[in-house]
């Protein structure tokens, strides 16, 4: 078992910056991709970004591209979303996502065997 607990979020205005975090503990060394996903009111899940913990290479949503940074620290068993330039369109509950699969799976799919708590954040115009 792998549990993720997220920390960060809040309340932010467009344009500004954010940055959420994933810390995973457990049987940390069964997951070889983590992710983030949101979901607004009234809308599906949606992929953000992903990372493969063992490489480092990254995927983004085509909404997110140039604007979040996901990245992870080895040693604390941490990966990071660091979200910049916020539109009030990026408000959602965001999770954050680890799974045994590699990246590509968790990306094209959006299924993953760990989930975080989500932690919401707002973005006012």
């Known amino acids: 078992q792998v549990q993720l607990l997220q920390f960060g979020g809040g309340l932010v205005k467009a344009g500004g910056s954010l940055r959420l975090s994933c810390a995973a503990s457990g049987r940390t060394g069964s997951a070889n991709a983590m992710a983030w996903f949101r979901q607004a009111p009234g809308k599906e899940r949606e992929f953000v970004a992903g990372?493969?913990?063992?490489?480092?290479?990254?995927y983004y949503a085509d909404s997110v591209n140039g604007r979040f940074t996901i990245f992870r620290d080895s040693a604390r068993n941490t990966v990071y979303l660091q979200m910049n330039n916020l539109k009030p369109e990026d408000a959602a509950v965001y999770h954050c996502?680890?799974?045994?699969?590699?990246?590509?799976?968790?990306?094209?799919?959006?299924?993953?065997?760990?989930w975080g708590q989500g932690t919401q954040v707002t973005v006012s115009s």
């Open positions: 990372i493969s913990w063992s490489g480092g290479s990254t």
């Open positions: 996502a680890a799974d045994g699969r590699d990246i590509v799976q968790l990306v094209t799919t959006g299924r993953a065997e760990y």
